[in-house]
């Protein structure tokens, strides 16, 4: 069974940088593909940043240039690096591990970027 813990959001000012943080059980972060998705009141759940096991990385238009994802396989941890933060960005941020045909989830954390 994989699980996933997300932590590091909060409120900040438009401007500013978070850095979001997926703890992994067991060690899938270097195996299967890694990504994080981002649910805003109102709206439908949407894919922000994918990290692939050969460390291929995407992004969604909205965020590429100011998001970054990474990881850190010996701590078996997935980070969505959040620079430039605007107020479109607030949203409860999950992180997901796609393992075959199944998709697992965090609980998500939540980010508020608001002055």
């Known amino acids: 069974q994989v699980q996933l813990v997300e932590s590091g959001g909060g409120l900040v000012q438009p401007g500013g940088s978070l850095r979001l943080s997926c703890a992994a059980s067991?060690?899938?972060?270097?195996?299967?593909?890694m990504g994080w998705y981002r649910q805003a009141p109102g709206k439908q759940r949407e894919w922000v940043a994918a990290?692939?096991?050969?460390?291929?990385?995407n992004y969604a238009d909205s965020v590429k240039g100011r998001f970054t994802i990474s990881r850190d396989n010996a701590k078996n941890t997935v980070y969505l690096q959040m620079n430039s933060l605007k107020p479109e960005d607030t949203a409860a941020y999950y992180c997901?591990?796609?393992?075959?045909?199944?998709?697992?989830w965090g609980h998500g954390t939540q980010v508020t970027v608001s002055s």
């Open positions: 997901k591990c796609r393992r075959g045909l199944e998709d697992y």
């Open positions: 067991g060690s899938i972060v270097r195996i299967y593909v």
């Open positions: 990290i692939t096991p050969g460390g291929s990385t």
